[in-house]
C-alpha cells in the first residue's frame, strides 16, 4: 500500500510542476498592478494567466495520475481521466443536482457541491482511469465492434464507472463537507488553541480536498469570523465592530512562518537525505517548489513530494502549522493574505491597520526553518523514509528516467 501511495506521488510530479509558473505569473502580476510603471492590463493578463493554472489544478492532478500510474504511460489513459473528472465535477454541481433531484439543495449542500472540484477528487478519477486503462487496454471486442477494442474503450469504461462514483459523491460529499464546518464550529470558542487546532486540520485535511469545508469557517462569513474580509477591511472593521487588534487575522498570520519558511527548510532537509550523485536532480525539482512557497505561499509542490510518499512526514509537517497558528495567535502577532501566506501577501499586509507585529512572523519562521530542517532530516534518516532522489527507491529512479536531467558542462 504505502509502496502504491509513493507512485501516485511521483505520477504528482507531473501537474505540480507547472505550478511553479503560476506562482511566477502572479508574483509578476501582482507586483506589477501595485506600481504605476506598466498598463495594468499586463498584469492583469499575467495574474488571470496564473490563476488559470491554479483554478483548474484538480483536473491537471487527474490528467497527471492517470497518465503516472498507467502501465506504459499511455496517453488514452490521461484523457479517461480527463474524461472522468469532468463527468464527476459536472454531476456533482449544485444545478445539476438540483436537477437530478436526488438530494435536496439547501445552503449547505450548495457549498460542498460548490467545493467539488477539488484535488482529492482529481487523484482518485486519476487512479480509477489509470486502474481502468490497466485491466482492459489490451481487450478485444467482437469484429463489428473492433473499432472500440484495446485503448479506446478505456474512455468509455471510465465514463460509467465515474457515472457510478458520481452518484457515491453527491450523497457522501454534502455530509462530509457539513461535518467539517460543524467541527469548525465548535472549535472558534477555543480562541488560541481552536486556531492551532484549525491549522492541522487545515493540511491534514488537504489530501482528501476537504480544507475548503474549514475554511469557509474560518476565513470567510460563513458563521460571522471573516478573518479574510474583516482583516482587509482595516479601520473599517474595527469601527463597525467586527474587527479587533491582535483577534483578527488569527487564523492566518501563522501560515506565513510555516509557507516562508517551514516548508523551504523541510525541502533542504529532503535536499540534504538525498545521496551525493542525486542532489542535482533532487534540487532542480525542489527549487521552483521553494519559490512558489516563499513568494506566493503555494504550497503544493513542496508538499506532494512527501505527502503521499511519506505519511509521516506529512502529519509533522500539519502538526507544525498548527503550532505555528498557535504561537502567532497566542502573541498576537498579525498579518493576513488574501491570496496565500507568501512574501507578496506579507508586504502587502504589514501596513494595514489591523497588522500587528508582523515582523515577529519573520523571527518565528526563522525559527520553524530550523525545526522542520531538523525533524525532517531526523525522521528521513531514523525511518529510512524513501523519497525520490534516495538509493532504494526505484519508482524515483524511474521518474529521474522520465526526466532527464542534462549535465552541465
Known amino acids: 500500500m504505502l509502496n502504491y501511495f509513493r507512485r501516485i506521488g511521483v505520477a504528482l510530479f507531473v501537474p505540480v510542476a507547472v505550478l511553479p509558473a503560476a506562482a511566477l505569473l502572479l508574483g509578476i502580476g501582482n507586483w506589477l498592478s501595485s506600481t504605476n510603471y506598466i498598463s ?26 492517470g497518465y503516472g500510474l498507467s502501465k506504459d504511460k499511455n496517453g488514452s489513459a490521461a484523457l ?17 443536482v438540483s436537477l437530478i433531484g436526488f438530494i435536496n439543495i439547501d445552503n449547505s449542500t450548495t457549498l460542498a457541491f460548490n467545493n467539488i472540484n477539488n484535488q482529492f477528487v482529481g487523484i482518485v478519477i486519476g487512479i480509477i482511469a489509470a486502474e481502468t486503462y490497466n485491466r482492459f487496454h489490451n481487450v478485444e471486442l467482437h469484429n463489428s465492434l473492433a473499432f472500440f477494442s484495446g485503448n479506446r474503450l478505456v474512455p468509455i469504461i471510465t465514463t460509467f464507472i465515474c457515472l457510478l462514483i458520481s452518484l457515491v459523491f453527491m450523497y457522501l460529499w454534502p455530509i462530509l463537507f457539513t461535518g467539517l464546518i460543524t467541527f469548525g464550529e465548535n472549535i472558534i470558542r477555543m480562541d488560541s488553541v481552536g ?21 469557509a469557517v474560518f476565513w470567510f462569513d460563513l458563521v460571522g469570523i471573516n478573518d479574510i474580509g474583516n482583516f482587509w477591511a482595516g479601520q473599517a472593521a474595527i469601527d463597525a465592530g467586527t474587527a479587533q487588534l491582535g483577534t483578527t487575522g488569527r487564523y492566518m498570520a501563522g501560515f506565513f512562518p510555516i509557507m516562508m519558511f517551514g516548508l523551504p527548510g523541510a525541502a533542504l532537509a529532503i535536499y540534504h537525505s538525498a545521496p551525493h550523485e542525486n542532489r542535482n536532480k533532487v534540487a532542480s525539482l525542489l527549487m521552483s517548489g521553494v519559490f512558489a512557497s516563499f513568494f506566493m505561499g503555494i504550497t503544493e509542490p513542496i508538499e506532494f513530494t512527501f505527502m503521499f510518499a511519506a505519511p509521516l512526514l506529512y502529519f509533522a509537517h500539519a502538526l507544525l502549522t498548527g503550532l505555528a497558528v498557535f504561537i502567532a495567535s497566542s502573541m498576537q502577532w498579525i498579518a493576513g493574505f488574501g491570496f496565500s501566506a507568501g512574501l507578496f501577501d506579507f508586504l502587502l499586509s504589514s501596513d494595514t491597520a489591523l497588522a500587528n507585529k508582523p515582523y515577529m512572523l519573520i523571527l518565528l519562521g526563522l525559527l520553524f526553518f530550523i525545526v522542520y530542517y531538523t525533524i525532517f532530516r531526523t525522521l528521513i534518516s531514523f525511518f529510512d523514509i524513501q523519497l525520490f532522489g534516495q538509493e532504494n527507491s526505484t519508482n524515483q529512479d524511474a521518474l529521474f528516467e522520465d526526466n532527464p536531467i542534462p549535465t552541465r558542462t
Open 40 to 65: 495594468s492590463s499586463i498584469a492583469t493578463l499575467l495574474t488571470s494567466t496564473g490563476l488559470v493554472i491554479l483554478e483548474n489544478m484538480a483536473a491537471l492532478f487527474a490528467i497527471g495520475v
Open 80 to 96: 479517461s481521466a480527463f474524461v472522468g473528472f469532468l463527468i464527476v465535477t459536472n454531476l456533482c454541481s449544485t444545478d445539476s
Open 195 to 215: 486556531a492551532g487546532i484549525y491549522a492541522f486540520f487545515n493540511r491534514l485535511l488537504i489530501p482528501f480536498g476537504l480544507q475548503h469545508a474549514l475554511n
